[in-house]
C-alpha cells in the first residue's frame, strides 16, 4: 500500500463513451502525474500537475483531458478513445517536482481497454 | 534520444543468487537523480532506491544496492539473495534537476527460478 490510491482497477469502454479515472493520495504530496503504460513501449508520462497547476502536458491527445480539483485528487476524463489508447494508467504523487532526490509513490493502475 | 536505456529485455536467475540489471542513462544536467522501480504483476509500482549524481558511495537498500559509475553514465541495479517473490518488472528512471520529469526506461522482466 503506498497510499495512492487508484479507481477502478479494470475499465471496458466503447469507442463513444466517456469515463473518468479517478486518484487520490493522502501523503501530503503536492504533486500528482499521470503515465501510461501501454505493451512493449517505455512508461510515458502523460500530466504532472504541481499545487493544483498543469506544469507539464506531453503532447497527448485532447481526447485525454486531466483535472486535478485540489492537491489529493487527480482526475482523467476520456472521450472518444481509440483501441490504441488500452493501456495500463498509472498515477503517482510526489513531494514537489524540481528536487532531484524525489521519488514518485504509484497507484496500482487502471487498465483500461478500449473496444 | 531515449534517455534511459535498459537493455536486458528478460533476466533468469536462481533463487539465492545474485543478480545485476543494467541500466544507463543519458543527460547533460550535471545535477540529477536515479531510481529503480519494482512491478509486480499487480500492477503497482513500487520505489526500491535512489541515486543520487553527487552522491559519494553507492547506494544500498536492504538487499538492494545500485551500482553508479558516474563517468560511464551507469546506474545498474544489484539484487543479493535472490526470492522467487523477486520476479517482477524492474524499472530504472531518472529525474533531472531542471526538470518535472521522472523519466523511465523500458524495463526488465526478472524470473527467479526455484
Known amino acids: 500500500e503506498t497510499g495512492v490510491t487508484q479507481t477502478p482497477r479494470h475499465l471496458v469502454m466503447g469507442m463513444t463513451n466517456k469515463k473518468s479515472l479517478k486518484c487520490e493520495q493522502h501523503?501530503?504530496?503536492?504533486?500528482m502525474y499521470w503515465y501510461k503504460q501501454s505493451a512493449k513501449k517505455p512508461l510515458e508520462l502523460m500530466f504532472v500537475?504541481?499545487?493544483?497547476?498543469?506544469?507539464e502536458n506531453n503532447s497527448v491527445p485532447s481526447r485525454f483531458s486531466p483535472e486535478c480539483p485540489n492537491s489529493s485528487h487527480l482526475f482523467l476524463h476520456l472521450h472518444t478513445l481509440q483501441p490504441e489508447d488500452s493501456a495500463l494508467y498509472l498515477c503517482?504523487?510526489?513531494?514537489?517536482?524540481?528536487?532531484?532526490?524525489?521519488?514518485?509513490?504509484f497507484g496500482q493502475g487502471t487498465r483500461l481497454t478500449v473496444v | 534520444a531515449q534517455k534511459i536505456t535498459q537493455t536486458q529485455p528478460g533476466m533468469f536467475v536462481q533463487e539465492k543468487e545474485a543478480v545485476t540489471l543494467d541500466c544507463t542513462y543519458d543527460t547533460s544536467d550535471p545535477s540529477y537523480g536515479l531510481f529503480w522501480y519494482k512491478q509486480p504483476s499487480s500492477g503497482e509500482m513500487i520505489f526500491l532506491i535512489y541515486q543520487g549524481s553527487y552522491d559519494q558511495q553507492n547506494a544500498t537498500e536492504g538487499r538492494y544496492s545500485l551500482n553508479f559509475q558516474k563517468a560511464r553514465k551507469s546506474a545498474n541495479l544489484v539484487i543479493s539473495a535472490s526470492q522467487l517473490g523477486d520476479s517482477a518488472m524492474y524499472f530504472c528512471?531518472?529525474?533531472?534537476?531542471?526538470?518535472?520529469?521522472?523519466?523511465f526506461g523500458g524495463g526488465t522482466r526478472l524470473m527467479v527460478k526455484p
Open positions: 503517482a504523487s510526489s513531494q514537489g517536482t524540481g528536487a532531484r532526490n524525489t521519488e514518485a509513490f
Open positions: 500537475y504541481s499545487l493544483e497547476e498543469r506544469v
Open positions: 528512471a531518472m529525474r533531472e534537476f531542471a526538470g518535472n520529469m521522472l523519466t
Open positions: 501523503l501530503g504530496h503536492n504533486a
